[in-house]
């Protein structure tokens, strides 16, 4: 019995694991901002997005899928994709969920996997389903890849399509080259045709000139920021636009050296707004615009490699320039993605190849305020919003039959229900078991439906 409960204990231990709350603090101005371990054991964790399920979604470089509980760190997986090739730096990358994602339940990833012993890049579709990944379909494959310089980020825009970055596959001449994939900032449809407004008709190419993008994110204003692992010099992270040159391998860094200026002003180069040298590698990118460190609004939050720190881009009003820059969270050692909640707190994911983790950075003395707005016409009013345990929740007309008020979280499933009595305005909904995160709540009263958000925290 002593033996079987001791291999009870190490199959537990050799899984990911959630840690005990050892948190330390660091300043941002007058704000203090709490550290905490959330998860650890983990194998190279390259990309963490907000769910719409209020989870981390994530992925880990040799192939697994996973949610993680953003409170307790339990890392739920989904599936390890059957032929991912982790070889050296590449394997299992980028990931995407689709914005619409309560009707369309697809997750994009991007991978490098073997072809007739070859290692290339491909992007594939999954659908979300009953707990776990199914139905894979292939939107763009056999692209050259290597150990090292293979991106890959994904960022779904607004029109629904979709931005792909990928590396020179360590052939810097691919770059240049508008008949090969690599090097570039790729742009698709949801169903990986070649949407018809793009830079050159028929191409899938967004941007060229790219060594190695490994992270980018679009601002609220519309702005897409990329950061790029330059050689021994010149990181960089750029503003990316649609069908511009960004130098390499001709030019690294800014337009500075005379054979550098002929050629960007030959090709439409767009200099970056920064660059460093020496470099820091520059992985995962997000931006910051949350009341809840006041000091970081309006930045982009980098998280890099061989510098083990994250940095902090301060942007101008336009997003055009970077104004300042400062460094934090330097005890973590190599770090590589970076996701921001709803809520303002920033989950950061390691890369030294042994027992990673996934720590939270956040202002615990933050109250967000509400943000919930009506629909037009009478409001479905719901105070205190955000919430902790209880709603109070007022109709706008008295019901003349009996109906019901719900909450449904994000993917549309029934969260809370509260029945509706004949003339009843005036309710309240337990929402004490409900994790932190939007969700909505509709009353229905009569032929009329109400709808509004609310947020949980």
């Not at 409960?5 to 537990?12: R, V």
């Not at 690599?182 to 698709?188: D, P, S, T």
């Not at 104004?323 to 996701?339: E, K, M, N, P």
């Not at 919003?385 to 499933?413: K, S």
Request: overall charge neutral.
């Amino acid at each position: 019995m002593k033996s079987f409960t001791l291999l009870l204990l190490l199959t537990a231990l050799s899984a990911a694991t959630c840690v005990s709350a050892q948190t330390t603090t660091f300043q941002v101005g007058t704000t203090t901002v709490t550290v905490t371990p959330l998860v650890d054991n983990l194998q190279i964790p390259w990309e963490l997005v907000w769910g719409p399920d209020n989870y981390l979604w994530m992925t880990e470089r040799n192939g697994r899928i996973s949610r993680v509980d953003p409170v307790s760190g339990q890392v739920l997986p989904l599936l390890t994709v059957p032929d991912v090739a982790p070889t050296g730096e590449s394997g299992l990358l980028g990931m995407v969920l689709h914005p619409d994602f309560g009707t369309s339940p697809y997750v994009y990833i991007v991978y490098n996997y073997l072809l007739n012993g070859a290692l290339k890049e491909k992007l594939a579709r999954y659908t979300y389903a009953g707990g776990a990944l199914t139905a894979p379909l292939v939107l763009l494959d056999n692209i050259t890849a290597a150990s090292t310089h293979s991106g890959s980020r994904l960022l779904i825009l607004p029109d629904r399509t979709l931005l792909m970055t990928t590396g020179d596959a360590q052939a810097a001449s691919l770059a240049q080259s508008t008949s090969s994939l690599n090097g570039k900032i790729l742009r698709l449809n949801l169903d990986g045709s070649v949407p018809a407004d793009n830079p050159t008709p028929g191409s899938l190419l967004y941007t060229l000139g790219h060594r190695n993008p490994q992270g980018l994110v679009r601002a609220p204003n519309g702005k897409i920021y990329a950061s790029e692992h330059g050689p021994s010099n010149d990181d960089e992270v750029n503003l990316i636009e649609a069908g511009h040159n960004y130098g390499w391998p001709n030019v690294e860094g800014f337009c500075n050296l005379p054979a550098e200026q002929a050629f960007c002003t030959a090709n439409n180069v767009r200099e970056p707004l920064f660059a460093w040298t020496p470099t820091l590698a520059v992985a995962g990118l997000a931006y910051y615009n949350s009341p809840a460190i006041p000091e970081w609004q309006g930045s982009l939050l980098l998280a890099t490699l061989k510098a083990s720190r994250l940095v902090q881009l301060k942007l101008n009003a336009t997003g055009d320039a970077i104004t300042t820059t400062q460094s934090y969270l330097t005890t973590f050692g190599r770090l590589r993605a970076v996701c921001i909640s709803p809520q303002g707190r920033i989950f950061i994911g390691t890369s030294n190849q042994n027992n990673d983790k996934i720590v939270v950075l956040e202002n615990k003395a933050f109250q967000p305020t509400s943000t919930a707005t009506a629909l037009p016409g009478p409001a479905l009013l719901l105070w205190p919003n955000p919430a902790r345990q209880i709603v109070r929740l007022r109709l706008p007309v008295a019901p003349t039959a009996a109906g019901a008020v719900e909450v449904l979280d994000v993917l549309g499933r029934l969260a809370v229900t509260r029945p509706v009595a004949v003339g009843q305005t005036d309710l309240s909904l337990d929402v004490a078991g409900l994790r932190a995160g939007w969700y909505v709540v509709r009353a229905r009263v009569g032929a009329r439906t109400y709808t509004q958000r609310l947020l949980i925290n």
